[in-house]
């Protein structure tokens, strides 16, 4: 029992610094323009009804799985200098984000 309780943590620390890495990767902005988090808003109700159970695990593989998909499709992750003109998928990785943020908080 002791060694399933370990390898959750473990899993989930691992979660928890993949979707540290994506706010590195995309320039987490420390304050979003209302413009910005409406927008968001709309990304965190699909994502949230994409991932069911919100874990720092199911956020983590789905944020992957996502940037896979978009990236077979020519987008590569990049800081974002200017959140008005973020691609779609940046976006979306950021909603993925902030909901992994306020589980934290």
Request: include cysteine.
């Amino acid at each position: 029992m002791e060694l399933d309780q370990l390898e959750h943590e473990a899993v989930t620390a691992g979660a928890c610094l993949a979707l540290d890495q994506w706010e590195r990767r995309l320039g987490m902005p420390a304050e979003p323009e209302p413009g910005l988090v409406a927008l968001l808003d709309r990304h965190t109700a699909r994502i949230r009804a994409a991932v069911g159970s919100v874990t720092p695990v199911n956020l983590a593989a789905y944020a992957d799985g996502f940037a896979d998909a978009v990236s077979a499709k020519g987008w590569s992750p990049s800081a974002v200098p200017d959140w008005r003109q973020a691609s779609w998928p940046a976006v979306h990785l950021l909603a993925v984000c902030l909901i992994a943020r306020s589980l934290f908080s």
